[in-house]
């Protein structure tokens, strides 16, 4: 058998593994929430004045209207994420997201020739406690 027919194997086993069906319908209660849809656009328009009062040259850039854009804009970002499918999704995707990095390191290691069997399905993870530079927790 073929590589891109193995590939399409393992595609098709993670559209039936548990955590990519959680994800799927996760996602689709996301889609249908005419509420939630409708505090992520108000929360989008937020930080997108918000990007353009900052994008404007320092000495025309209004303090109090960006302080009052960012709280509105952290007020809008906590509606979103208290949403309960919000809620759902994101622990749904968290999921998804930690599968993938197994199967990505399982291919890595295998790339680089180790025995895809018996290789660690774990990323190596080392904090060096900047969140910027973080590949993700393990």
Do not use: W
Request: proline fraction near 1%; charged fraction near 25%.
């Amino acid at each position: 058998m073929d590589v891109i027919a193995l590939a399409r194997q393992l595609g098709k086993a993670i559209q039936e593994d548990e955590r990519y069906i959680a994800y799927a319908e996760a996602s689709k209660k996301n889609d249908e929430d005419e509420a939630l849809q409708e505090l992520i656009g108000e929360f989008n328009l937020i930080r997108q004045n918000l990007m353009m009062e900052q994008s404007k040259p320092e000495e025309e850039q209004n303090a109090e209207k960006l302080a009052e854009l960012n709280k509105k804009m952290h007020s809008a970002y906590n509606a979103v994420m208290t949403n309960e499918n919000m809620a759902d999704y994101t622990m749904a995707k968290a999921g998804m997201d930690q599968m993938m990095s197994q199967v990505n390191t399982i291919l890595t290691a295998s790339i680089q020739g180790d025995d895809p069997m018996t290789c660690s399905a774990e990323a190596a993870h080392s904090c060096s406690g900047s969140c910027s530079t973080c590949g993700g927790c393990g």
